[in-house]
C-alpha cells in the first residue's frame, strides 16, 4: 500500500496566521492527491482536490500545491473553524490511504 | 440534496457480526462508487472497502478482508457493510463515503455520512 506521511502532526498557531501542512507519499501518486478536514466532533469535508483545486464553497484563503510525492496545503490567513485536523489522501492507488493527521490547534 | 442515511451500529462482542447500512437520497445514488472509511477513537481516518457503481468491483484494505462484505443494492439506493468475526480493534466510527470520479479531477470522497458508532467489546 501507499503510505501518505504528514508533518507536522500538530502545529500551533493564531487567528491570522498562515500555515503550511506536508504530506509525503511512498510512491508517485501523480495529481492523485486530496486534503480533507475534521472539525472536533464532526465529520470530515473535502477541502481540496487533485492537489489544488479548490472544493465548491472552500474560501481562497485554502491552497494546495505540489506534485510526483510531495504535496502541501497553505492556509493563507487562519480563521477560527479552521481549528481542525487536517488530512491527506491518495487516490491513485485502489487502496486508497490517509495521512495520519496534521492537529492544528489555537 | 444529498444525504446519507447511516444505521446499524452499537455493542457487540468480540467475535460478533454487526450490519451496517446507507440509504441514500437526493442523487442518482446507482451512478456512483461508495467506499466505507472508519475512524477508531482519538484516530485518523482508515479506509476499508470500495464498491463500484455497478457492485462488480471491490477492494478491501487487509485489516478487514475476509471478515467484512461490502454490498449495495441500487434498487433501494442502499449501501451495506456486513462485519463478521468482530475484533476489539475494529471500534470505530464508520462512514459511508460517496466517490466522484472526473477525468481530469481523480478521484475524491465528496459526500459522507453522519457515521456510525461500532464498539467491539466484552
Known amino acids: 500500500d501507499i503510505q501518505m506521511t504528514q508533518s507536522p502532526s500538530s502545529l500551533s498557531a493564531s487567528v491570522g496566521d498562515r500555515v503550511t501542512i506536508t504530506c509525503r507519499s511512498s510512491q508517485p501518486i501523480k495529481n492523485y492527491l486530496n486534503w480533507y478536514r475534521q472539525r472536533p466532533g464532526k465529520v470530515p469535508e473535502l477541502l481540496i482536490y487533485?492537489?489544488?483545486n479548490l472544493q465548491i464553497g472552500v474560501p481562497s484563503t485554502f491552497s494546495g500545491s505540489g506534485s510526483g510525492t510531495d504535496f502541501t496545503l497553505t492556509i493563507s490567513s487562519l480563521q477560527p473553524e479552521d481549528f481542525a485536523t487536517y488530512y491527506c489522501?491518495?487516490?491513485?492507488?485502489?487502496?486508497?490511504?490517509f495521512g495520519q493527521g496534521t492537529r492544528l490547534d489555537i | 440534496e444529498m444525504q446519507l442515511v447511516q444505521s446499524g451500529g452499537g455493542l457487540v462482542q468480540p467475535g460478533g457480526s454487526l450490519r451496517l447500512s446507507c440509504e441514500a437520497s437526493g442523487l442518482t445514488f446507482s451512478t456512483y462508487e461508495m467506499n466505507w472509511v472508519r475512524q477508531a477513537p482519538g484516530k485518523g481516518l482508515e479506509w476499508i472497502s470500495y464498491?463500484?457503481?455497478?457492485?462488480?468491483?471491490?477492494h478491501y484494505v487487509d485489516s478487514v478482508k475476509g471478515r467484512f462484505t461490502i454490498s449495495r443494492d441500487n434498487a433501494k439506493n442502499s449501501l451495506f457493510l456486513q462485519m463478521n468475526s468482530l475484533r476489539v480493534e475494529d471500534t470505530a466510527v464508520y462512514y459511508c463515503?460517496?466517490?466522484?470520479?472526473?477525468?481530469?479531477?481523480?478521484?475524491?470522497?465528496?459526500?459522507w455520512g453522519p457515521g456510525t458508532l461500532v464498539t467491539v467489546s466484552s
Open positions: 489522501q491518495q487516490s491513485y492507488s485502489s487502496r486508497i490511504t
Open positions: 487533485t492537489i489544488s
Open positions: 463515503v460517496r466517490q466522484y470520479y472526473g477525468l481530469l479531477t481523480g478521484y475524491y470522497f465528496d459526500k
Open positions: 464498491i463500484s457503481s455497478s457492485g462488480d468491483n471491490i
